[in-house]
């Protein structure tokens, strides 16, 4: 086992584990390309991928705020693991760019780009960054399935899991942390959006929070337009904001995570 005497040395090792190759800045297509050989077809050219694991891993899910001997050690297998492997780095951002936002590097192995498919393709996707506040390492092929946690380090890996939700509930619930610790701010299970209605005062837009858990439709009404068709009034609808995690702000606005393709906008409180 190797001791780390100078501590940002280890810190560099795990937020940026070394592999054979890196690659960064990769489009959708070129990921939906390299996930080819999982993709199982259908009529809507949708792409359906079937796990090994089906669901989150609670019970192998350890919470590491000390990381002692043991832990190095397993950490230190990984990182020779992945010395001969080609990775992926996928950078996200939560929120909107003009509100201090927070980002998030996915590191996963190559062989399952399904994975870093379906980050891009569920959050804000970046120019690729050294740099991030949340880190996401994943190996899925790993030997032994354990999820570690390390809230302190703002670092989450993910071995011997495969299910895309483990990935996805790490940068949310890290994110989740950092808000409660460094922004102030209250964590919520919730979608958002904006809803355009006429008042006396004119076209209004009112913010709106939708709660629920997961799998119950918490989505469904986050895009329905609630009967505000344009034949009733040319401007009323709904806009979609975020879909799942919100971060509420002692200031005022929320932060959302999983937000639509393109621009980003906050909701006002």
Same mark, same amino acid.
């Given at each position: 086992?190797?001791?780390?005497?100078?501590?940002?040395?280890?810190?560099?090792?795990?937020?940026?584990?070394?592999?054979?190759?890196?690659?960064?800045?990769?489009?959708?297509?070129?990921?939906?390309?390299?996930?080819?050989?999982?993709?199982?077809?259908?009529?809507?050219? @949708?792409? %359906? +991928? #079937? !796990? *090994?694991?089906?669901? =989150?891993?609670?019970?192998?899910?350890?919470?590491?705020?000390?990381?002692?001997?043991?832990?190095?050690?397993?950490?230190?297998?990984?990182?020779?693991?992945?010395?001969?492997?080609?990775?992926?780095?996928?950078?996200?951002?939560?929120?909107?760019?003009?509100?201090?936002?927070?980002? @998030?590097? %996915? +590191? #996963? !192995? *190559?062989?399952?780009? =399904?994975?870093?498919?379906?980050?891009?393709?569920?959050?804000?996707?970046?120019?690729?960054?050294?740099?991030?506040?949340?880190?996401?390492?994943?190996?899925?092929?790993?030997?032994?399935?354990?999820?570690?946690?390390?809230?302190?380090?703002?670092?989450?890996?993910?071995?011997?899991?495969?299910?895309?939700?483990?990935?996805?509930?790490?940068?949310?619930?890290?994110?989740?942390?950092?808000?409660?610790?460094?922004?102030?701010?209250?964590?919520?299970?919730?979608?958002?959006?904006?809803?355009?209605?006429?008042?006396?005062?004119?076209?209004?837009?009112?913010?709106?929070?939708?709660?629920?858990?997961?799998?119950?439709?918490?989505?469904?009404?986050?895009?329905?337009?609630?009967?505000?068709?344009?034949?009733?009034?040319?401007?009323?609808?709904?806009?979609?904001?975020?879909?799942?995690?919100?971060?509420?702000?002692?200031?005022?606005?929320?932060?959302?995570?999983?937000?639509?393709?393109?621009?980003?906008?906050?909701?006002?409180?």
């Amino acid at each position: 086992m190797q001791f780390y005497d100078d501590h940002s040395s280890f810190s560099e090792k795990l937020r940026h584990p070394v592999s054979r190759s890196l690659l960064r800045d990769i489009t959708d297509d070129e990921l939906r390309a390299m996930a080819a050989h999982e993709l199982v077809p259908n009529n809507q050219g @949708s792409s %359906l +991928y #079937v !796990t *090994r694991i089906r669901s =989150r891993s609670g019970a192998f899910t350890e919470v590491v705020y000390d990381i002692d001997e043991s832990l190095v050690a397993l950490l230190e297998q990984v990182w020779g693991y992945l010395r001969w492997q080609q990775m992926i780095r996928v950078t996200a951002r939560i929120g909107s760019p003009d509100r201090q936002p927070l980002f @998030s590097n %996915l +590191y #996963v !192995t *190559r062989r399952y780009a =399904r994975i870093a498919q379906m980050f891009a393709m569920n959050f804000s996707v970046e120019l690729d960054q050294d740099y991030a506040d949340i880190v996401t390492v994943v190996v899925p092929e790993w030997h032994q399935r354990k999820i570690i946690v390390m809230p302190r380090q703002r670092v989450t890996y993910i071995l011997g899991s495969d299910y895309y939700g483990e990935a996805k509930m790490a940068m949310l619930r890290m994110a989740m942390h950092l808000g409660r610790e460094t922004m102030n701010a209250l964590g919520l299970h919730a979608g958002s959006k904006v809803i355009r209605v006429n008042t006396p005062r004119g076209l209004e837009e009112k913010g709106v929070l939708v709660f629920g858990l997961s799998g119950r439709s918490r989505g469904s009404p986050g895009r329905r337009q609630h009967h505000t068709s344009k034949r009733q009034c040319s401007g009323l609808g709904g806009q979609l904001l975020h879909q799942d995690r919100q971060c509420e702000q002692a200031a005022g606005p929320f932060v959302g995570s999983k937000g639509q393709k393109g621009p980003h906008r906050e909701l006002l409180g």
